[in-house]
């Protein structure tokens, strides 16, 4: 089983940042890729950034230029630094973790989630 603990989250007024971290745990053989995603209230829940394990990110277009993604190999550990936050940042953040096992069989977990709220 994989486990991923995610921290961080919290409320913060509009132009504010916050840093989300997610660590991951457990049976992993090796990652493909670590993300961030994010579901607002009546929204589909939809990619913020990943980045691989080569360490290429991909980003959102409404947060290229305020969030950066990073990740610390050695501790199965991605951050998610978020500056200028906006109130449409507001939403639950999801952390994902795409893996594969010794046969290459791929494997796709989420975090529980952690609630950003920016206020105006």
């Known amino acids: 089983q994989v486990q991923l603990v995610e921290s961080g989250g919290g409320l913060v007024q509009a132009g504010g940042s916050l840093r989300l971290s997610c660590a991951a745990s457990?049976?992993?053989?090796?990652?493909?890729?670590m993300g961030w995603y994010r579901q607002a209230t009546g929204k589909q829940r939809e990619l913020v950034a990943g980045?691989?394990?080569?360490?290429?990110?991909n980003y959102a277009d409404s947060v290229k230029g305020r969030f950066t993604i990073s990740r610390d190999n050695d501790k199965n550990t991605v951050y998610l630094q978020m500056n200028s936050l906006k109130p449409e940042d507001t939403a639950v953040y999801y952390c994902?973790?795409?893996?594969?096992?010794?046969?290459?069989?791929?494997?796709?977990?989420w975090g529980q989630g952690t609630q950003v709220t920016v206020s105006s």
């Open positions: 980045i691989t394990s080569g360490g290429k990110t």
């Open positions: 457990g049976s992993i053989f090796a990652i493909n890729a």
């Open positions: 994902n973790l795409e893996h594969r096992d010794r046969w290459n069989d791929r494997y796709d977990d």
